[in-house]
């Protein structure tokens, strides 16, 4: 009876750390995607002059400005983008929402679509409010 008293009690544990870790890896995850949307509000203009020097943006031929990216589907994930177009447009923008699909052509292909929005929150495809005349111009990761 202690024999199955313990084992019970060893699954027990087990399993509460298994929960507790991905609780925490979870928690890790929204903490960093917070943490990178933050960066990108106080830091965009920054990183956004180092994208249009690093590309060759000639100065004020085109408005640019960097947004943060919010995937949708397998996952979440948390980057920034660089948007361009013209100035009334640009500003709507919130953020880019990245959606991922997959299909089999011959091969098997994956795709990721990024998609200009005017709002941060996103619940599903149907929620996109797209900004149209805006294209991207960069990618910017974050290594964390």
């Known amino acids: 009876m202690k024999r199955v008293t313990a084992a019970v009690f060893a699954v ?13 890896a979870q928690l890790d995850s929204l903490l960093k995607g917070g943490a990178i949307i933050v960066a990108i509000d106080k830091f965009g203009g920054d990183i956004n002059n ?7 943006n000639p ?10 990216i919010l995937s949708l589907g397998k996952g979440t994930y948390a980057g920034a983008a660089q948007i361009t177009g013209p ?3 640009v500003d709507k923008v919130r953020a880019i929402a990245q959606i991922e699909g997959d ?8 795709v990721k679509g990024l998609i200009p929005i005017e ?9 996109l409010k797209r900004v149209a005349g805006v294209g991207i111009t960069g990618l910017i990761d974050a290594k964390l």
């Open 12 to 24: 027990g544990m087990l399993s509460g750390l298994v929960v507790a870790r991905s609780a925490s």
């Open 50 to 56: 180092f994208v249009d020097k690093l590309v060759g």
């Open 59 to 68: 100065p004020r031929t085109a408005e640019t400005r960097v947004v943060p």
């Open 87 to 89: 100035k009334a447009q």
């Open 103 to 110: 299909a089999r052509l011959g091969l098997q292909i994956r």
């Open 119 to 127: 709002s941060r929150e996103v619940k599903n495809l149907d929620s």
